[in-house]
């Protein structure tokens, strides 16, 4: 089955820590995305790639960092420097993020951080 | 630059009946899209429905159907015969820096 996996579903961590947040897609996707949702809001653009090898920041980018190896993993570091990192996390990924208007994103289950 | 607004922070409806759901957006792209997702308490995000801004007729899927008017910039997810099942945060979007709205919680009466 194709589709996105995001790993742990649920993960703990004391303050100071870094933490890496998994995301894996085998849907052949070049872009991919990471949001981040806090209680009762809605979806805010943390990063996202367009390519190997390339990625770009999105309104929230500070206290986090990403990094694109490969086509089907977009892995999302939350830093020390994050000051409020406790969310859920999620990762999508889309045929591009140019060309045809229509390119849907394909959500993973989410990872909800809890930082102690 | 884009954004999306979504005045309705929580609906209620009684079962079997229908519901719409407000979005409106603002964008100076001469071609975008829209897209409604849902959002269980599970945290998924279930795409529902999409429209193109050069898109002739409203989209329908089911029971899900989008009222456009592009001259308003609006585009208004119309739910019919609403289910227990469709409880849940529903989502306005936008293609392009994938802007999402705030959301609006819908709960369905029985």
């Known amino acids: 089955d194709g589709g996105i996996t995001q790993s742990p579903k649920y993960l703990f961590r004391k303050e100071g820590q870094n933490v890496t947040l998994s995301c894996e897609q085998n849907l052949n996707h070049d872009a991919m995305y990471w949001y981040r949702q806090d209680p009762g809001q809605g979806l805010r653009l943390i990063y996202y790639s367009q390519i190997v090898n390339d990625f770009q920041k999105g309104d929230i980018a500070e206290g986090y960092s990403v990094s694109r190896e490969k086509k089907e993993s977009f892995p999302l570091t939350v830093t020390s420097a994050q000051k409020n990192p406790t969310a859920f996390y999620l990762c999508?990924?889309?045929?591009?993020?140019?060309?045809?208007?229509?390119?849907?994103?394909?959500f993973g289950p989410g990872t909800r951080l809890t930082v102690l | 630059a884009q954004k999306i607004t979504q005045t309705q922070p929580g609906m209620f409806v009684q079962e079997k009946e229908a519901v719409t759901l407000d979005c409106t957006y603002d964008t100076s792209d001469p071609s975008y899209g829209l897209f409604w997702y849902k959002q269980p308490s599970s945290g998924e995000m279930i795409f529902l429905i999409y429209q193109g801004s050069y898109d002739q007729q409203n989209a329908t899927e089911g029971r899900y159907s989008l009222n456009f008017q592009k001259a308003r910039k609006s585009a208004n997810l119309v739910i019919s015969a609403s289910q227990l099942g469709d409880s849940a945060m529903y989502f306005c979007a936008m293609r392009g820096n994938f802007v999402f709205g705030p959301g609006t919680r819908l709960s369905v009466l029985p």
């Open positions: 999508a990924s889309s045929i591009d993020t140019s060309g045809a208007v229509y390119n849907e994103q394909f």
